[in-house]
């Protein structure tokens, strides 16, 4: 079984960036898209953001859209999340994802995905 592995959350103040790294140790055959959740205490997991590995598409949910960045290393295996601006309402666990699918409609559904890493905790301070 393949295993996902984040790395990179930590404590920020607000206004600072942080940038998290999902790496798969082998091949990942039937991976089409990666994405990155997010989950604060007491809260549903929530959709961050997605690539489709092909072709680059990226997704965003409209609360990290234009301060968060995925992006991926094809030849690493690896997805990135670049996060600036940071705001405390973004602290949480951060987890990545892995999936067969690659609609934007599909992607933002967890249950569409197969594959998930333990977890980076990810702290804003205000």
């Known amino acids: 079984q393949v295993h996902w592995a984040e790395s990179g959350g930590g404590l920020v103040q607000a206004g600072g960036s942080l940038r998290v790294s999902c790496a798969a140790p082998?091949?990942?055959?039937?991976?089409?898209?990666m994405a990155w959740f997010r989950q604060a205490p007491g809260k549903e997991r929530e959709f961050v953001a997605a690539i489709v590995w092909r072709g680059g598409n990226t997704y965003y949910s409209d609360s990290v859209k234009g301060r968060f960045t995925i992006s991926r290393d094809n030849a690493e295996n690896t997805v990135y999340l670049q996060m600036n601006s940071l705001k405390p309402e973004d602290t949480a666990v951060y987890y990545c994802?892995?999936?067969?699918?690659?609609?934007?409609?599909?992607?933002?559904?967890?249950?569409?995905?197969?594959?998930w890493g333990q977890g980076t905790q990810v702290t804003v301070s205000s």
């Open positions: 082998g091949r990942t055959f039937g991976t089409v898209s």
């Open positions: 994802a892995a999936t067969q699918a690659s609609s934007p409609v599909l992607l933002q559904r967890p249950y569409e995905y197969a594959y």
